[in-house]
């Protein structure tokens, strides 16, 4: 991998507007998830989303998905409105979300189904391609209880990948996952962004995973969940997730981040 300083967001167009969103959902009680939202991601661009419990991050990323809908305000995907999911704009989850039924080459040609442009032999073309990507050729054909969580986020990834989003949604993707395998992932991630460029939207719990992905760090403080401060990352890239430099920008964010969580519970 070459290193790579990123260039400033500001500088190339807005992929997604953010624009006034706020989100009340009623169950027992009636909650406020979501208080006056805006934010703009440049094209290309790589912003973390992070926060105490229950901030809003996830419902934040489902409506930029267009999973959910926003009480007030909307989200502009190129300009455009979002009315409701497409193949622009996909998200990853935690849980990786695979069909058991069918192996780690199956579940790949199933995300494909969204390219109906493409023929069948293409879509085999492309599966192979990003399962080698994330290092699987050798599992293609490894039904989901054969493989390790890591191994699944690895399909799940290039199950998001492979119909080729502009624009790539990825709720705590590396969550449950032992620290060694994320690391590895951090390295995988960072290589595909920079070949690619697609503009990820990344939520996380954790500082130092934020810092060591984004351009931008956004810090949601909850109740109800706003941006509290947005911090720039002008590390060069690859980053290392255990560098001292990277560790300086986290402290400075997990102070921050100590500061919503302390304001939450004074409340
Ligand atoms: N479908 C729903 N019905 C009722 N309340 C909801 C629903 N989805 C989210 N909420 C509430 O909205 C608030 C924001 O939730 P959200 O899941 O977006 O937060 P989060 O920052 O992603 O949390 P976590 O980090 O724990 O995943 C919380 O108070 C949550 O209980």
């Given at each position: 991998m070459e290193p790579f300083t990123p260039d400033s967001s500001a500088a190339r167009p807005a992929k997604l507007i953010v624009e006034g969103v706020s989100k009340w959902f009623t169950s027992r009680a009636v909650v406020q998830a979501l208080d006056d939202v805006s934010l703009t991601i440049a094209e290309g661009e790589f912003v973390c989303l992070i926060g105490p419990s229950g901030c809003g991050k996830s419902t934040l990323l489902d409506i930029i998905?267009?999973?959910?809908?926003?009480?007030?305000?909307?989200v502009l995907a190129d300009g455009r409105t979002v009315e409701g999911p497409g193949r622009q704009r996909l998200v990853m989850f935690q849980e990786s979300a695979l069909f058991p039924w069918l192996d780690a080459f199956g579940n790949v040609m199933f995300g494909l189904k969204l390219r109906p442009d493409l023929?069948?032999?293409?879509?085999k073309e492309i599966a192979h391609h990003y399962l080698k990507l994330v290092g699987?050729?050798?599992?293609?054909h490894a039904h989901v209880h054969e493989l390790s969580g890591g191994m699944k986020q690895r399909v799940?990834?290039?199950?998001a990948l492979a119909?080729?989003?502009q624009v790539l949604l990825m709720d705590e993707p590396f969550g449950a996952l032992d620290a060694m395998t994320r690391d590895q992932l951090y390295d995988d991630i960072q290589g595909i962004w920079m070949e690619s460029r697609k503009t990820i939207v990344f939520v996380t719990h954790n500082v130092r995973e934020a810092v060591c992905l984004g351009d931008r760090v956004v810090l949601m403080s909850p109740s109800p969940g706003r941006i509290q401060q947005v911090f720039r990352i002008p590390l060069p890239r690859p980053r290392d997730i255990n560098s001292p430099e990277?560790?300086?920008?986290a402290s400075r964010?997990?102070?921050?981040l100590k500061g919503t969580r302390m304001e939450a519970a004074s409340e």
């Open positions: 998905a267009g999973l959910t809908k926003p009480d007030t305000g909307r023929t069948n032999a293409e879509r699987l050729e050798k599992f293609e799940a990834l290039a199950r119909p080729d989003p990277l560790a300086g920008h964010i997990a102070a921050a």
